[in-house]
Nanobody, 117 residues
């Protein structure tokens, strides 16, 4: 059974940094992602590893966010630098039931990131 548990969300000022963590169990695939959802908005992927393990980023976070994983610790990370108020959202870790095409079938409970100006 796949279990994903996020942590690391906090309230920070604009320009600050946070590192989110996702403890992963029951999953060994390449497809993993961080998605976020702001109030009244659709959930969007901000960073992911594709089927080959290549990191991909949304334009809005490119150059500021870095996705990484520590296989020995079974943990996925999202380093977020130069945070902006528009980064405020609930952040979710996700994994895929398929490995030929990433589909986000498994989700954690989310961790809240709030960025104040």
């Amino acid at each position: 059974q796949v279990q994903l548990v996020e942590s690391g969300g906090d309230s920070v000022q604009a320009g600050g940094s946070l590192r989110l963590s996702c403890a992963v169990s029951g999953y060994t695939g390449n497809c993993m992602a961080w998605l976020r959802q702001a109030p009244g908005e659709l959930r969007e992927a901000v960073a992911e590893f594709d089927i080959w393990g290549t990191p991909l980023y949304a334009d809005a976070v490119k150059g500021r966010f870095t996705i990484s994983k520590d296989n020995a610790k079974n943990t996925l990370y999202l380093q977020m630098d130069s945070l902006k108020p528009e980064d405020t959202a609930m952040y979710y870790c996700a994994a895929s039931a398929r490995q030929t095409r990433c589909t986000w079938n498994y989700w954690g409970q989310g961790t809240q990131v709030t960025v104040s100006s």
